[in-house]
Nanobody
């Protein structure tokens, strides 16, 4: 499945952004989808995931309470709503799709398909 991430930009601290991950080639309904982010000089970090079945959601500690992941299977799109943005949220955000087992939901290795990334910059 091919993924296209969008919605990034430059925002002030405290504001919100909604990122989108659109699929082409195949529907996203059969995949779990995750968002990861990578800041300069840092490892790619798990942000959030939504399972293909049941819509269960999972969040990284750094965004818990500020982020909401959701999916629109009819549109083959997954969204990441980020609120109360902080300068430390600045990173390239990637969406990824796969069928990881539960214990691998937060791991990059659980997702074979990746989008190209969208830059989020939060100014103080």
């Amino acid at each position: 499945v091919q993924l296209q991430a969008s919605g990034g930009g430059l925002v002030q601290a405290g504001r919100s952004l909604r990122l989108s991950c659109a699929a082409s080639g195949r529907t996203l309904s059969r995949y779990s989808v995750a968002w990861f982010r990578q800041a300069p000089g840092k490892e790619r970090e798990f942000v959030a995931a939504i399972r293909y079945s049941g819509g269960y959601t999972y969040y990284g500690d750094s965004v818990k309470g500020r982020a909401t992941i959701s999916r629109d299977n009819a549109e083959s799109t997954v969204y990441l709503q980020m609120n109360s943005l902080k300068p430390e949220d600045t990173a390239v955000y990637y969406c990824a799709a796969g069928t990881p087992i539960l214990s691998s939901l937060r791991l990059k290795a659980g997702y074979p398909s990746w989008g190209q990334g969208t830059q989020v910059t939060v100014s103080s």
